[in-house]
């Protein structure tokens, strides 16, 4: 049974900075893509960032390039997600997903199996 939980979520001021993580339990599949979606009061989830496990390729929306840096480490089966220069727009409760194995990871939710409970994130203007 897999399971994926969050932490590292919080309330922050615009300008700031937040690490999220995602550990995975139970999960024992290979070129697997895993990552972060967000969803805020509102309006419907989107993708944030997505990562391969074999060939670290990275997948981020346009809103979050050059501010937020996923990584993964594969021996403990955690995914990451570093934000800095963090907007109020940001706000919104984080979800990271993974999915049984492929090559292309993308920023849409097609394909991503499993889900965790969320992390809460809110910036403060």
């Known amino acids: 049974q897999v399971q994926l939980v969050e932490s590292g979520g919080g309330s922050v001021q615009a300008g700031g900075s937040l690490r999220l993580s995602c550990a995975a339990s139970?999960?024992?599949?290979?070129?697997?893509?895993m990552g972060w979606f967000r969803q805020a009061p509102g309006k419907e989830r989107e993708g944030v960032a997505t990562?391969?496990?074999?060939?670290?390729?990275?997948y981020y929306a346009d809103s979050v390039k050059g501010r937020f840096t996923i990584s993964r480490d594969n021996a403990k089966n955690t995914v990451y997600l570093q934000m800095n220069s963090l907007k109020a727009e940001d706000t919104a409760m984080y979800y990271c997903?993974?999915?049984?194995?492929?090559?292309?990871?993308?920023?849409?939710?097609?394909?991503?199996?499993?889900w965790g409970q969320g992390t809460q994130v809110t910036v403060s203007s």
């Open positions: 990562i391969h496990s074999g060939s670290g390729s990275t």
């Open positions: 997903a993974a999915d049984r194995g492929r090559w292309y990871c993308g920023i849409i939710e097609t394909g991503f199996d499993y």
């Open positions: 139970g999960y024992n599949y290979r070129s697997t893509c």
